[in-house]
């Protein structure tokens, strides 16, 4: 089938005729794509121990390689308190796994000319015009003081993109900075996506725009920015940009159809607290704001259609989303040397930051398995995946265990690479 523009695809449906639904991902045996059953049914045995201790509630875990399906268990529970079993169409919290959907959205605007990764962010959102950077000093009596200076350059595109905005999340960590975005209170009284932001640019950065790595809300800037460029809301944007054309029918800002609310994934009672001050939320409850840095629900299949896109070089069944290049652009090295990591690293040894992902830049060195170049990002109630050029394969984990989402990853990449059998 000839590649067509995504553009035309969506004018074609929106115009003529109902969205169709999307073609099941074609599934083998996983010795077909040089996977051990055996090897691979360790994996599962092991987390059903877990589930069977009360370690986790449930997972999903899906493996795809040389663009086939070749493992996809749904284990435990789907909700621990009314003890329902886990199914393979769950819906889970994926948070930051949305920032790749987000970024992927921005670089569709990028390759269309509608925005440049050098514009600064003040372009689209003139409440940044004005922002200061925080730095904390001691008076004379010794107490630390925080003190407003104007930032060496412009936050731009491409900082949102790489986490080197100078914006943090307060939710984490330490600092006078990180205290003022908790005690600032962003999201009271439902603000929407430009009310949010806006808040957002009231608040000092914690650093100087390029020079430092740290996990933060710039996806969430991103999101409005795409809102801008496209005068739309974002996920009236993504759905028309990504998630319908896709054919990721049950990714969402909010389920509010009482029909799916039944599938999804609930975590343990004690297990909600995705860090300082911060709980999982309730996605049943539709609010105005729509995070494009963490506010996506959605199911494994789903994140999989989105990941075989990737895969492929930016398209799917005849449409044409990116292309190859830029998908190898946004995944290479962008901080460099110059792009410093902060106090806060969540990448680790041998594993540098993209735009919209980390990505391994060494073979060795990282205490994980996987290949040079490959790239991932999780969420924080649990869900992650990966993708892995060299041995064209991907991997989609969903759960719901914010407490116990750091182990899980590093399990399932050496359980999985072990796997491998050519």
Do not use: C
């Not at 924080?380 to 759960?399: C, I, Q, R, S």
């Amino acid at each position: 089938m000839k590649i067509r523009s995504a553009s035309i695809a969506l004018l074609f449906a929106f115009t003529f005729s109902p969205a169709a639904p999307a073609d099941p991902l074609p599934t083998v045996s996983p010795e077909n794509v040089g996977l051990s059953s055996k090897r691979l049914q360790a994996i599962t045995d092991t987390l059903r121990a877990d589930i069977a201790k009360g370690t986790i509630p449930g997972a999903i875990l899906l493996i795809s390689r040389h663009g086939k399906i070749a493992h996809f268990e749904a284990i435990g529970s789907l909700d621990p308190e009314k003890k329902t079993p886990m199914t393979k169409d769950a819906i889970f919290r994926i948070y930051s796994m949305t920032k790749p959907i987000t970024t992927v959205a921005a670089m569709m605007l990028f390759e269309q000319g509608k925005l440049s990764l050098t514009d600064p962010v003040a372009k689209y959102i003139p409440a940044f015009k004005d922002v200061k950077v925080g730095e904390e000093k001691k008076d004379a009596e010794g107490k630390v003081a925080l003190g407003l200076v104007a930032p060496n350059r412009p936050m731009t595109v491409q900082d949102l993109m790489r986490h080197s905005s100078g914006l943090t999340y307060g939710f984490f960590g330490t600092g006078a900075v990180k205290k003022a975005y908790t005690e600032a209170n962003l999201g009271e009284g439902d603000p929407d996506t430009a009310g949010f932001v806006d808040r957002l640019a009231k608040l000092p950065l914690v650093y100087h725009p390029g020079t430092t790595w740290d996990y933060s809300q710039s996806t969430d800037v991103l999101g409005r920015v795409v809102e801008v460029v496209t005068g739309k809301p974002l996920y009236q944007a993504l759905k028309e940009m990504l998630l319908d054309p896709l054919g990721m029918t049950d990714t969402s800002f909010y389920v509010t159809d009482p029909a799916k609310q039944s599938r999804i994934a609930e975590p343990f009672a004690n297990d909600r607290v995705i860090g300082a001050g911060a709980q999982i939320n309730d996605p049943r409850i539709a609010r105005k704001y729509e995070s494009g840095g963490g506010g996506l629900v959605g199911t494994a299949t789903d994140y999989a259609r989105f990941l075989t896109m990737l895969s492929n070089g930016g398209a799917l069944e005849g449409t044409r989303y990116l292309g190859p290049r830029t998908i190898a652009y946004m995944t290479a090295d962008h901080m460099g040397d110059t792009i410093r990591r902060g106090p806060y690293d969540l990448l680790g040894p041998g594993v540098k930051f993209g735009l919209g992902f980390a990505v391994r830049t060494e073979a060795g060195v990282a205490p994980i398995a996987g290949s040079l170049g490959d790239y991932n990002w999780g969420g924080a109630g649990g869900t992650y995946f990966w993708v892995d050029p060299k041995e064209k394969m991907f991997v989609v984990y969903m759960m719901q265990s914010p407490s116990k989402r750091a182990q899980y990853r590093a399990l399932l990449r050496s359980m999985i690479y072990a796997a491998l059998m050519e």
